[in-house]
């Protein structure tokens, strides 16, 4: 599709990543419509069949979840309800105001890259054997109490 073009979309849910390869203009849109008034809906989301969650824990389940995505931010939802993935500390839903760690220790040497490896230590984080978080995330806001 150029600028200018219309894309008539049928009925049904999309569940698919849309990125259009090239832009409208500000005078001449792509536009994407719904065919003849047809319900459409486009969402990133996949559905988890009810039948692959199982009880981890406690209260905690966990599902096999196959990503098409290459971004590292996935998000959960259970019958339109968000979710807060496993993470540490557990946390509330209210996104507004999250239950942040405080780790007791840490440490990283700086692999001058831009890439470092460091440590984290709390009593609170479950033991665990060596090698266990290699390849996890970390999604931190580091500020001046961090080093």
């Known amino acids: 599709m150029v600028a200018g073009d219309t894309a008539f979309i049928r009925a049904g849910i999309y569940r698919e990543s849309v990125t ?8 001449s849109l792509i536009t994407f419509m719904p065919f003849n008034g047809e319900a459409v809906t486009v969402s990133g989301a996949n559905v988890i069949p009810a039948t692959s969650w199982t009880l981890s824990g406690g209260s905690i ?5 196959s990503s098409n995505s290459s971004s ?4 959960v939802f259970v019958d339109g309800q968000m ?3 496993a993470r ?4 509330t839903l209210d996104v507004s105001h999250p239950i942040l760690a405080q780790p007791a220790a840490g ?3 700086d692999g001058g890259t831009g890439l470092s490896t460091g440590t984290i230590t ?3 984080l479950p033991a665990r054997p060596d090698g266990y978080w290699t390849g996890a995330t970390i999604h931190a806001a580091l500020g001046a109490a961090w080093w």
């Open 107 to 109: 440490s990283f040497i």
């Open 61 to 65: 389940y966990k599902a096999p979840v």
């Open 122 to 124: 709390d009593p609170n």
């Open 83 to 85: 979710m807060i993935e």
């Open 72 to 75: 590292s931010f996935n998000q």
């Open 88 to 91: 540490w500390p557990n946390t």
């Open 20 to 27: 259009p390869k090239n832009s409208g203009t500000q005078g």
